[in-house]
Every structure is written in C-alpha cells, then in structure tokens.
C-alpha cells in the first residue's frame, strides 16, 4: 500500500522522537512491501517563529490532505508569554478540531517487563492495568468561550464548558464500542453531582445502554475516579470521559504504568484519516540531549498501521520488537533502573528497529 502521512515533528524532543518512528516505519515499508511518503507540517512553536502562527491554514490543509498524522510534541518555555490564541497548544486544538478527530483514544497498560517501574505497590500492580481512556477531544471546556475581562478594575476570566446531546453520543457510542471489543465493562466518568453537562453525559449514556445490552454500564464522579485509578485501576477496562477529564486522568493513568513516555494515543473522526501522537509533552528541560524516549512516539506509529491503515501485522511486529527491546533489558533515562542498560533517544529507536521482522 502507498500511504501519505504527514509529520508534525513540532518542539522539544519532537523531532528526536519523531525521528525514530520514521526510521521504524520506513522498515516495516521495506520489509512488507508498502511505500511510505511523509510531508512536514510546520505546527506549534516553530511555526509560531515562523509565520506568526501555530498552524497556519496551508499546514492544516497538509493534514486533512494526507492518509493520517504523526505528531510528536509542542510547546515550550520561549513562547509562554505567547498571547492564548497564538500558544502552541493552540495550534494542536485547531489541528484536532480540522480533522475532526472528537475520539481520542489513551491506552493504559503496564508492560510486565516495566512492573517495577510503576510508584503502587506491588499487590495493586500485581492485579493487572489494563485499561482504555476514551477521551472526547474536541468540545467541552477547551473549545467553548474563552475570555478575560476587566471588570471596574477586577480581572475576570471566564471559560465555558459545553457539550451538546450529539457530541456526547458520537463519543459514548466509541466507548460502548471499545468495550465491546474488549472485557464489556464501560465506566462513564463525570461530575454530574454540580456540573449539567455532566449531567446531560450521563443522561446519554444511559440512553445509549440500551443499544448495547452486552456491556455493562457503570459511572463514576471523576474526583473518586483519579483515587479509583491508584486505589485499584484493575477495575477499568474502558473508561469514557468528556475533554478535561481525560486530559487529567490519562496523565494520572500513563504514571502507574511506570512512565508518561512509553503511552501512545490515537484520534480518530468520521473518516480513517487520524491523529497519532504519544500523550506526553514537548520536555524541553531534556531537548535535544538524546535522553527523551521514543516508544510513546513509536508505538503511536503502530496505531497508526492499525486503526487508519488496516495493517495489523505490521503493527504487531513494532509492538513486538518493543517488547523484545525491554526483554533485552534497554531502558531510557525515565525508566532506568538498577540492573538495566541505559540507552539514549537514538540508541533506543536503533534496537527496537533491528527487532523489527
Ligand atoms: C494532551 C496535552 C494537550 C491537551 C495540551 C498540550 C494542549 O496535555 O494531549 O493531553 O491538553 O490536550
Ligand atoms: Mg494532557
């Protein structure tokens, strides 16, 4: 297959990391016999330094022009000051927002090898992590109003949180359907005892429930859900949430597997053109000294082949030779320990691509 994917490589540790999932894809192309074309998209900072702007049209154009999109990480310190409509962040909002990518899906599961890695005791780990975040991505409290007023000499900031019944459904139904595919357990997470958006989600999925009589329904208030998620996360096995809520929970949910960057995450719309970017940020502390890990980043590109490019195989092999990476006892600075071989951003893409078969 001829595929076109567009590569965000983006700030901080962006390019480093995204460097080493292009490595890896070129060789599952040549070793399956498919060609790969890439086409650099300008987003975030650098492109803030650039044209004055995150993501110009044109870049978003390349985008929704292409089979689907690798991201690796923007942001950083030098444009903290960057007026809110101009932030880097922006850009990734308005990328996700053009593709239409409202289904966000966030993995959480501890690799054996990596079990000590994890900060819960060994008897939380021991019963297992295994468990999606389903995270609506384009509405809620990130895209509704944002202001800053003054108010007879009184700052006042205000930003509004809005979900309508259909955008709710369009994601519960993603959730009922990863569950499906799954164990059959879905926790809706809320906050319906103050907010009524919260309560209209839950309205929703309990609407939708009915379609789905073979998996079993639960919600939860999302403060109990960030302590259920350390007290004892083998509870979960798809949890759907509305924007924020994701955001903050699947950072809690990627730490107790041992680290943010070994997560990968995919986000998809109504066409198979998606978004493939690890969940951590841009590190700008560990730019560009070959310390950042590159398997968040490289598993996102075996999402890819799998969810948008109907490639199951290929992408079982780079999970594979992930796998085997650890096996062998390599580890990255953030999940060094005792006993381990430390090895570097490049080093680190290096074995894992000679594990490719
Ligand atoms: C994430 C990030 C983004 C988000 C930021 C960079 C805007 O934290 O993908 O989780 O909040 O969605
Ligand atoms: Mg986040």
């Avoid at 290929?314 to 005792?338: F, P, Q, W």
């Amino acid at each position: 297959m001829n595929k076109n994917i567009a590569v965000i490589r983006g700030d901080g540790i962006g390019p480093e990391i995204v460097n080493q999932a292009i490595k890896i894809l070129d060789k599952v192309a040549e070793l399956y016999g498919h060609s790969f074309s890439y086409t650099d998209v300008d987003m975030g900072g650098c492109a803030i330094d650039k044209y004055g702007d995150p993501l110009p049209q044109s870049e978003l154009d390349k985008c929704t022009g292409a089979d689907s999109v690798l991201l690796g990480a923007v942001g950083g310190p030098k444009w903290n000051d960057v007026p809110g409509d101009r932030r880097p962040e922006k850009g990734l909002l308005r990328l996700r927002a053009g593709m239409g990518v409202y289904s966000n899906n966030r993995p959480a599961k501890i690799w054996a090898q990596l079990a000590d890695a994890s900060p819960l005791r060994k008897e939380i780990v021991e019963k297992g992590i295994d468990f999606i975040i389903v995270r609506e991505l384009i509405g809620g409290i990130y895209f509704g109003e944002h202001k800053t007023e003054d108010k007879d000499g009184l700052a006042v900031a205000t930003d509004i949180l809005k979900y309508d019944e259909k955008e709710i459904e369009r994601i519960g139904r993603i959730g009922f359907e990863t569950a499906q595919k799954r164990n059959k357990k879905l926790c809706s997470v809320e906050k319906s005892n103050v907010l009524d958006s919260s309560r209209l989600w839950k309205k929703v999925m309990h609407r939708l429930a009915d379609e789905y009589p073979d998996v079993e329904l639960s919600d939860m208030l999302v403060d109990n859900c960030a302590m259920q998620i350390v007290k004892n996360p083998a509870q979960f096995d798809v949890v759907v949430t509305e924007n924020m809520f994701g955001d903050i929970l699947s950072d809690e949910a990627s730490m107790i597997t041992g680290s943010i960057g070994m997560i990968p995450s995919s986000s998809l719309g109504a066409t198979s053109c998606g978004l493939y970017e690890p969940i951590h940020g841009s590190a700008p502390d560990i730019a560009g000294k070959d310390l950042a890990n590159p398997v968040g980043t490289i598993l996102s590109a075996a999402m890819m082949l799998r969810f948008s490019f109907d490639m199951a195989k290929e992408a079982d092999a780079i999970e594979k030779a992930v796998s085997d990476y650890l096996d062998a006892g390599y580890r990255t600075a953030d999940i060094m320990s005792e006993g381990m071989k430390q090895v570097g951003c490049e080093e680190c893409g290096r074995i894992i691509l000679e594990n490719i078969k």
